[in-house]
């Protein structure tokens, strides 16, 4: 299938040899789990072997030939993560190991600082009923351990956030703002042009999870105007251990430290320590060198594709999977009904079969979907469901595969005698 613009799935296909392979029962792979972990094209396992075989070394250590090969490395990939998403500089580029420690460190810096950012009784954090886990907990820990309260927007019932009280949500006394760009589990997304404006109204700080957006479409940080922005490797196109954070250089510079150890320091005495400026003063230790390559070079082969093109290809490939499944009987997607609102994960019930039993039967047909809350409860709580199941595409999903899908669907409901 060739797209309009010319984007060519199935070019693209040959680009990832797992699509490749067949399953028990000799089925072919029908790979539906992008939200959760997309697949990796042969140029970043090629980028990261090359690295492993021929120039591996720890960086910003070593005097030698390999030493200075290696940070060359690691720091070009941190110019090539900068570009891609159109930071205002490089040195706000923080690596971290995913998503979730980029938010654990943004929420334990905030508990260690002083002055006006520090976080004190009678403060405010807010977030919303659609996020993943990990932009609740690390929030619901600082707001324990400072006095603060945290507060969260609800969600309509076709899977939006609720904005009708936002002037009374962000008020002044709400010291940060902390939402998910796109949602893993319903797949809104969510307007951060009016969240923004009305948290810096008040002076409230802004972070931002785009562990969904950044796969998906083109982002420009410059444009955005949030403060701090986490995304993780692993679903887009990269590999596993590696995250980002993206921060406001002032911000990043009146924060403290969030580990103590090698390379984030400028000097250090028995008595007192000074520390390196951003990004340094945020990787201690050795940092994940060869995942950080791996991590440039998806940027690089996303860059290739055409973010403008993925994003046009995701849009119309779950336009299409909305309109074959609305054709089921007794299924039901969770979350916003239109394409044109939502990213490309779809979640859905189906009466009378457990999401898991639905997942595992799908499996012996060759097709790889998530069941259960998908690190959203909150969200599943609020729809009345325990579970789900999810059926999430990525860049080189096909109409062929929605169509398997489908099949598969209807063929459960066969088996658990439910139609």
């Not at 019932?157 to 009280?165: A, F, H, M, Q, V």
């Not at 980002?244 to 430290?257: D, I, K, N, T």
Request: glycine content about 10%.
């Amino acid at each position: 299938m060739t797209a309009a613009g010319g984007y060519d799935v199935e070019k693209v296909r040959e680009d990832f040899p797992i699509l490749g392979r067949t399953m028990a029962g000799g089925r072919p792979l029908v790979y539906l789990d992008s939200a959760n972990t997309s697949q990796k094209p042969t140029a970043v396992v090629d980028a990261m072997a090359e690295h492993y075989l021929r120039h591996n070394a720890n960086v910003a250590r070593a005097m030698h030939q390999l030493g200075a090969e290696a940070t060359m490395a690691f720091e070009g990939a941190r110019d090539t993560i900068a570009a891609f998403v159109n930071a205002p500089s490089r040195d706000e580029i923080v690596f971290t190991k995913n998503a979730s420690e980029a938010l654990n460190l943004v929420a334990n810096t905030f508990r260690n600082a002083e002055g006006d950012l520090a976080i004190r009784p009678g403060d405010e954090i807010v977030t919303t009923e659609l996020e993943h886990h990990s932009n609740i907990v690390p929030w619901q820990l600082l707001a324990q351990r400072t006095g603060a309260t945290l507060r969260w927007f609800g969600l309509t019932d076709e899977g939006r956030l609720d904005l009708s009280t936002i002037d009374e949500l962000i008020n002044e006394r709400t010291r940060i703002v902390t939402v998910a760009w796109v949602s893993n589990m319903l797949g809104t997304v969510n307007p951060l042009d009016v969240i923004i404006a009305r948290a810096h109204a008040v002076g409230a700080i802004v972070v931002v999870d785009a562990s969904q957006a950044v796969p998906q479409m083109p982002v420009d940080l410059t444009a955005l105007g949030a403060d701090v922005v986490v995304f993780t490797g692993h679903k887009m196109v990269g590999p596993t251990g590696i995250g980002v954070l993206w921060g406001r250089r002032s911000l990043l510079e009146e924060l403290p430290p969030f580990l103590g150890g090698g390379e984030m320091i400028e000097t250090v005495t028995m008595e007192r320590s000074t520390y390196a400026p951003p990004p340094a003063k945020f990787e201690a230790g050795t940092p994940p060198i060869v995942q950080a390559i791996g991590l440039g070079a998806a940027a690089d082969y996303l860059t290739g594709l055409g973010m403008d093109a993925v994003a046009a290809h995701e849009r119309e490939i779950t336009a299409y999977a909305l309109k074959r499944m609305g054709e089921i009987d007794g299924l039901t997607v969770v979350g916003p009904a239109e394409a044109i609102e939502r990213g490309g994960a779809v979640s859905f019930t189906l009466d009378g079969v457990h999401p898991h039993d639905i997942s595992q039967l799908l499996d012996s047909y060759g097709i790889a979907v998530r069941a259960g809350h998908h690190c959203a409860r909150p969200a599943h709580q609020r729809f009345g469901v325990q579970a789900t199941t999810r059926a999430s595409f990525y860049l080189y999903t096909t109409h062929a595969e929605i169509d398997a899908l489908v099949e598969g669907i209807v063929n459960t409901q066969k088996y658990f005698k439910v139609v």
